[in-house]
């Protein structure tokens, strides 16, 4: 049996309105790797500053076993300023105890975050004090590891390269996280918070969904139930004085218990956010076209070392690409890569060194930045959603008040009128969620929009997105998001070589490990059978270097000539007016589409086939 290294006790928090949660017991035991979830406002953050020890409970006891020690990775980092990075790795973030780690397992734990360890703790943004708050959180090494949000603003490879160390260290950890694939990876148990009720299941996250499905089923049938007897209950309370007979007190007692109990599952805490938003109808079926885009910006120096004030850094060589109505694209790459650059020059955000943009008709954009400079810190979500002193906003179609659509948000009406700078990030996301979704558009552009949101609102976000009959451009690391949400990836490549790829991370991921398995199994098998490589295993024949540089231009002539025959057969009176030419029109704008799908399939083999080449 595994040893308990900390115990949460009959704990109760009280919001002076209601309990947050009551009457719960919580066991850590080394080797746990538990997922804490629920919906935001849950209690999740709550419960684990009880378990960190930063927090009075209002009822209940806190056990730990004598001598372990506990790290606390909070959502939101406040670090001591003034210190460089490697001081604070070294000594603390603020009141995590006087653990002092050694200066050279410092300043390699930043360094692989990322972070230069000189560099001083004033004026980090809010991912860079996450990211030096979890290498102090890492670099203790303790018994019990509490994490909350980790994953967020940290690209694949780095959070890829966390979850396998997590994977190797001892010791607990109790996770917080929203992302699906993080905790599927990690987790081996899983507590549930839910309307202030602690549940806890045994193995890994996978099974979490149909267990939940399951519990809530029970519970609406145990609902439906207590309803009906509390009916006939009320019902038998008044008919005839035997209700109220001494030897009927009981019975009276246990409806008023039932009462109560009906009345506490019916709590605030299950109310569920909701979205929705609608395209712009008309646009054509070109969306973007980037004709040998280029970007670069001046040239970071690397700690100790000087450059040219004229030295540049090269985001985005020479991409080309055509986003086309209702396509679902992901961008995905390292931080600091240029996806946020591409996205911008796309937009007309930023101008490019070289090559331009074409726009198609029609075209409106809805733009999440993860800056958030859509909102102004001083407004409230009424104002910023009613910015000309109405008290309703149109979506998709119909009026809605203000204060009944940022509920669908899950605002309380308190926080409607607050200023925007003092909601927490969860919820400044989800008000330009409410914004976005509000503005007309036939083009959603959202750069990180998970973080921060709860796992409720994630999925009902990804309902939104599947059912959106406009175009998708999402940036994000989290990988079951992206494989929930889109069908094609841009990839960001060495030099600045932008590489598109057909299907959603999983299917990336899948062909990037046979690509290494190949290259790790070519040497040998050459060996073995002790025969030169081929031209074609060496470089790419001339037929198909001609075809990677003429097939650009065959798929844009094609796609100019589907744009037009679809402009001309929208004419109502075409039919009516040359019966014959609308036929030949129509085949040929079938054949054109099914040639168009032909050449981008070879194009997209043959620039596989030349990545693996140069990989090699």
């Not at 500053?49 to 606390?72: F, H, N, Q, T």
């Not at 407004?379 to 309703?392: A, E």
């Not at 709860?454 to 999925?459: A, R």
């Not at 704008?589 to 990989?615: C, F, N, P, Q, Y």
């Amino acid at each position: 049996m595994a040893t308990p290294l900390l115990t949460l006790a009959n704990t109760g928090v009280n919001l002076g309105d209601r309990w947050l949660f009551r009457h719960v017991d919580v066991t850590v035991s080394a080797g746990d790797r538990l997922c804490l979830v629920g919906r935001n406002g849950a209690g999740k953050s709550t419960l684990m500053k009880l378990m960190a020890g930063l927090g009075e409970a209002d009822e209940g006891s806190l056990w730990s076993a004598p001598g372990i020690s506990v790290s606390y990775l909070p959502q939101a980092p406040k670090l001591p300023r003034g210190m460089s990075l490697a001081s604070v790795v070294m000594h603390g973030t603020g009141g995590d105890g006087d653990f002092i780690a050694e200066a050279h397992r410092a300043e390699a734990m930043l360094t692989r975050f990322e972070l230069d360890p000189g560099m001083l703790s004033d004026g980090l943004s809010g991912g860079e004090a996450r990211r030096v708050a979890l290498a102090r959180a890492l670099v203790k090494e303790p018994d019990v590891l509490l994490m909350d949000e980790p994953t967020n603003h940290l690209d694949l490879p780095t959070i890829t390269w966390m979850e396998d160390m997590l994977l190797a260290r001892g010791g607990a950890m109790v996770l917080i996280s929203h992302d699906r694939a993080f905790l599927r990876r990690i987790g081996n148990s899983t507590i549930w918070i839910e309307s202030g009720t602690l549940r806890r299941r045994q193995g890994s996250f996978d099974g979490f969904d149909d267990w939940a499905e399951v519990i809530q089923q029970e519970e609406a049938t145990r609902l439906y139930k207590m309803d009906r007897r509390i009916a006939s209950e009320t019902r038998w309370s008044r008919e005839g004085i035997s209700a109220r007979r001494k030897r009927n007190q009981g019975r009276m007692r246990e409806l008023e218990v039932m009462r109560s109990e009906r009345a506490r599952m019916a709590a605030p805490l299950g109310r569920s956010a909701r979205m929705e938003t609608a395209a712009v109808e008309g646009g054509g079926q070109m969306v973007l076209e980037a004709i040998d885009l280029s970007v670069s910006v001046p040239a970071r120096p690397t700690p100790g070392t000087e450059i040219s004030p004229d030295e540049r850094r090269v985001l985005i060589n020479h991409f080309n690409g055509i986003i086309r109505k209702s396509d679902r694209i992901g961008i995905i790459g390292r931080n600091g890569v240029g996806k946020s650059t591409l996205v911008k020059a796309l937009l007309g955000r930023t101008e490019p060194d070289n090559g331009r943009v074409r726009e198609g008709f029609g075209l409106m954009t809805a733009y999440f930045d993860q800056q958030r400079s859509a909102l102004n810190g001083e407004d409230s979500p009424w104002t910023v959603l009613c910015p000309d002193g109405t008290d309703s906003v149109e979506v998709a179609g119909r009026r809605v008040h203000v204060k009944r659509y940022l509920q669908d948000f899950l605002f309380d009406e308190y926080k409607i009128t607050q200023r925007v700078r003092t909601l927490s990030g969860g919820e400044q996301n989800r008000l330009l969620l409410a914004k976005l979704f509000a503005d007309e558009h036939n083009f959603l552009v959202l750069d990180e929009p998970t973080n921060d949101l709860d796992m409720e609102t994630l999925e009902l976000l990804q309902e939104v997105l599947a059912d959106y009959s406009g175009t998708v451009m999402i940036i994000s690391h989290d990988r079951d998001f992206i494989d929930r949400t889109v069908t094609a990836l841009l990839v960001f490549e060495a030099d600045g070589r932008i590489i598109p790829h057909a299907g959603g991370y999983s299917d990336y991921l899948a062909r990037r490990i046979k690509t290494e398995e190949r290259k790790k199994t070519k040497p040998a098998r050459a060996k073995t059978q002790e025969r030169p490589k081929t031209a074609r295993e060496a470089k790419l024949s001339f037929k198909d270097k001609h075809a990677l540089e003429t097939l650009p231009g065959a798929i844009a002539a094609l796609e100019d000539a589907i744009i037009k025959a679809e402009a001309e057969l929208n004419d109502p009176a075409l039919f009516s007016k040359n019966p014959d030419r609308f036929s030949a029109l129509a085949n040929q704008l079938e054949a054109d589409r099914t040639r168009l799908a032909s050449l981008e399939e070879k194009w997209l083999e043959l620039e596989v086939l030349r990545e693996e080449i140069e990989g090699s």
